[in-house]
């Protein structure tokens, strides 16, 4: 999300600035439609909230471990078998 353009120091800041307020918003809206679903579902599963918040595996598992490090949810189940409920 961080553009860096060393041509443009000045502007790095700003920009900076703006895509970690856009991301926050993002992981926030990401976050409650996880834990919505959660809270529909009882689990949630990587591939689950891939297809619910249409976002690749690499981004989904982000979120999910973002989620697990602020105790939101916790993990049950290793591997491929893993699925994430309400902490």
């Known amino acids: 999300f961080v553009v860096i353009q060393l041509?443009?120091?000045?502007?790095?800041?700003?920009?900076?600035?703006?895509?970690?307020?856009?991301?926050?918003?993002?992981?926030?809206?990401?976050?409650?439609?996880?834990?919505?679903?959660?809270?529909?579902?009882?689990?949630?599963?990587?591939?689950e909230a891939q297809e619910i918040l249409s976002v690749g595996q690499t981004r989904a598992i982000y979120i999910l471990k973002e989620m697990v490090n602020e105790n939101l949810i916790k993990t049950v189940g290793k591997e491929k078998r893993t699925m994430y409920i309400k902490n």
Do not use: C, M, Q, V
């Open 7 to 47: 041509y443009h120091k000045r502007w790095f800041h700003a920009i900076y600035l703006l895509n970690n307020i856009e991301f926050s918003r993002l992981i926030s809206h990401f976050t409650t439609a996880s834990l919505s679903y959660i809270n529909k579902n009882g689990s949630i599963t990587r591939s």
